[in-house]
């Protein structure tokens, strides 16, 4: 399917709606989700406007794998989290309600995550988890 570039992420990376970011660089940008699964849930999205990871070119995919891992380090150092779930959802099918590909980092445990995409966050609260993430990066 074509590429819909009117997508929620897709603005959010022209700068037409906002975010609070925690990374951001030429290719990559990562954001914290604004109806979280757990705190801290953060998503990291490459700049290659891609609906699902098997349309991502491989380049990109390889590199904002890395920022997936970087990102993951600085969960864990800022929030002590004792596991991080990395989620990706590739098609309406799996439950992707966002057609930018994406990768969700979420410290929390497989058997206590929050319905997902369900209810918005507080967002001063997520503010201040994004604040101690970023001065972890
Ligand atoms: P998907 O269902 O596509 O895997 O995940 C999309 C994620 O984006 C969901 O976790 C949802 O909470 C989040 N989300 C939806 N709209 C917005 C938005 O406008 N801003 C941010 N920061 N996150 C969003």
Known sequence: MAYDDQNIFARILRGELP???VYEDDHVLAFMDIMPQ???HTLVIPKTPA???LDLPADAA???IQIVQKVAQAIE???DAKGIVLMQLSGTAAGQTVP???FHLIPSSIHELGRHAAQMGN???IAGFAEKIKAAL
Request: proline share 0%.
């Open 77 to 79: 150092k800022a929030l």
């Open 19 to 21: 975010a609070i970011k």
């Open 51 to 53: 609906e699902t990871l």
């Open 123 to 125: 967002q001063e609260k």
């Open 62 to 64: 390889a590199y904002t």
């Open 38 to 40: 757990a705190d801290g």
């Open 100 to 102: 930018h590909v994406h």
